[in-house]
T-cell receptor
C-alpha cells in the first residue's frame, strides 16, 4: 500500500539549533513532494515543493528539503530554528496524473524553546 | 494570493441534522477542490476530490450519501454532512488547486455533533 512516513512525531529543540525532519514514501511511480506547516491556530501553508529538477529545494522561511530518489526520502531541514518555527509539519506526496490527490504523513510537532 | 476561506469556522449541531460547509477560493479559480478530515493529533485524510461541474470522487470508505459535495462554480465547493452523528465530529478542511498538484488550504471547520 502507498504510504508516507514521518520519522518523528514530536521534536523539542532550542532556538538556533538545527532541524531535520525525516519523510519517506512508498510509491512506485513519479511523485511530487511537499512540506506543509501548520502554525498554532492557523491553516496549512505550503513550505516548499518538489516536482522535478534540482533535488535540493529551497522554500520559505529558510527551510530546504532534499529529494533522494534512491532512498524514497524528502527530508526537511533548517540550519537555525527560531521560536516562531514552533508548529506542526506535514510531509505530503502526490502521484503524477492523480489529479493532485495528496497523501499526508502523520505530522511532526516541533516545539522550539527560547 | 491563493487564499482559501471556509465558512463557518465552527459549528455545533444536534444529532440527526444536516450541516453545510462552504469552501471558497477568494482570489483564483480552482478547477479542483479537495475535502479532508483531520482527527485530533492525526494527519489529514482525504475524503473526496471535487471538480467543477462534475460529480465528486470519493475515497474508499467515505460514504458519498452522508458527505454530499457540490462544486457549482470555479470558486465554491460545499460539503454537506447529512444526518450528522457524534462520530462525525471532526475538523474538516478544504483545499483548492491553483496550479497542477499544488493545493492551498482553508482554515478548517470544527464540527461538533451533540
Amino acid at each position: 500500500a502507498q504510504s508516507v512516513s514521518q520519522h518523528n512525531h514530536h521534536v523539542i529543540l532550542s532556538e538556533a539549533a538545527s532541524l531535520e525532519l525525516g519523510c519517506n514514501y512508498s510509491y512506485g511511480g513519479t511523485v511530487n513532494l511537499f512540506w506543509y506547516v501548520q502554525y498554532p491556530g492557523q491553516h496549512l501553508q505550503l513550505l516548499l515543493k518538489y516536482f522535478s529538477g534540482d533535488p535540493l529545494v529551497k522554500g520559505i522561511k529558510g527551510f530546504e528539503a532534499e529529494f533522494i530518489k534512491s532512498k524514497f526520502s524528502f527530508n526537511l531541514r533548517k540550519p537555525s530554528v527560531q521560536w516562531s518555527d514552533t508548529a506542526e509539519y506535514f510531509c505530503a506526496v502526490s502521484v503524477t496524473d492523480s489529479w493532485g490527490k495528496l497523501q499526508f504523513g502523520a505530522g511532526t510537532q516541533v516545539v522550539v524553546t527560547p | 494570493g491563493a487564499v482559501v476561506s471556509q465558512h463557518p469556522s465552527r459549528v455545533i449541531c444536534k444529532s440527526g441534522t444536516s450541516v453545510k460547509i462552504e469552501c471558497r477560493s477568494l482570489d483564483f479559480q480552482a478547477t479542483t477542490m479537495f475535502w479532508y478530515r483531520q482527527f485530533p493529533k492525526q494527519s489529514l485524510m482525504l475524503m473526496a476530490t471535487s471538480n467543477e461541474g462534475s460529480k465528486a470522487t470519493y475515497e474508499q470508505g467515505v460514504e458519498k450519501d452522508k458527505f454530499l459535495i457540490n462544486h457549482a462554480s470555479l470558486t465554491l465547493s460545499t460539503l454537506t454532512v447529512t444526518s450528522a452523528h457524534p462520530e462525525d465530529s471532526s475538523f474538516y478542511i478544504c483545499s483548492a488547486s491553483l496550479e497542477m498538484d499544488t493545493q492551498y488550504f482553508g482554515p478548517g471547520t470544527r464540527l461538533t455533533v451533540l
